[in-house]
């Protein structure tokens, strides 16, 4: 079946600093790929998306591309701010009017020192 | 984007309990979902509530325990029946506008504490 493996957290890093949260995926077909990001007390956001191979998802700085050779969609910032401190998710979605349910990682909590 | 409203945000239960959690769209959705995310752990789908119909429950999860409502396109109903202190999670509702919609959107959550 489908899922999803996410680079173990937490992740600790200063203000400025480069980010890298790695995701990769297990999948039939052709899924939809998305970063959701979760603030303290909060339920989930949408951070980007891409549903297609090559595709570059990006959103508030974050970017993450849609690699199909090696199954990997992993996230990237290239400046992390403080307000950036939360857990996101990588999901996988079934292509478009597929599967409609979302596969989750297991969720990567980031944290942004000043 | 869809604007969901979760009811309640929290609650502590006695275990032997049930609780009804409410979610309302403002807007008409074709898909809905509940998901339930234990204490540093992941999301895992409940169930995908139907319209009229009975919610199709994913392995490992069973009406009895997770009965749900959707008497409409707007408005859907989870319980938590019976509950132990091994439910205690937050319960997300999740929405997708249409089949064509890649998008999911999320309720706030309720954290529920069973004690």
């Known amino acids: 079946g489908n899922s999803v493996t996410q680079m173990e957290g937490p992740v600790t890093l200063s203000e400025e600093a480069f980010l890298t949260i790695n995701c990769t995926y297990t999948?039939?077909?052709?899924?939809?790929l998305f970063w959701y990001v979760q603030y303290p007390g909060e339920g989930l956001q949408l951070l980007l998306k891409?549903?297609?191979?090559?595709d570059k998802g990006s959103n508030k700085g974050f970017e993450a591309t849609y690699r199909k050779e090696t199954t990997s969609f992993h996230l990237e910032k290239g400046s992390v701010q403080v307000s950036d401190s939360a857990v996101y998710f990588c999901?996988?979605?079934?292509?478009?009017?597929?599967?409609?349910?979302?596969?989750f990682g297991q969720g990567t909590r980031l944290t942004i020192n000043p | 984007s869809a604007v969901i409203s979760q009811k309640p945000s929290r609650d502590i239960c006695q275990r032997g309990t049930s609780l009804t959690i409410q979610c309302q769209v403002d807007?008409?959705?074709?898909?809905m979902f509940w998901y339930r995310q234990q204490p540093g752990q992941s999301l895992t789908l409940i169930a995908t509530?139907?319209?009229?119909?009975?919610?199709?429950?994913e392995s490992g999860f069973v009406i009895d325990k997770f009965p749900i409502s959707r008497p409409n396109l707007t408005f859907s109903t989870l319980t938590v029946s019976n509950m132990s202190p091994e439910d205690s999670s937050i319960y997300l509702c999740?929405?997708?506008?249409?089949?064509?919609?890649?998008?999911?959107?999320f309720g706030q959550g309720t954290r529920l504490t069973v004690v």
């Open positions: 999740s929405v997708r506008r249409d089949r064509a919609s890649t998008e999911a959107f």
């Open positions: 999948a039939t077909g052709y899924p939809s």
């Open positions: 891409a549903t297609k191979a090559d």
């Open positions: 999901a996988l979605g079934g292509p478009i009017q597929g599967a409609q349910k979302l596969v």
């Open positions: 807007s008409q959705v074709t898909m």
């Open positions: 509530a139907n319209q009229g119909s009975e919610a199709t429950y």
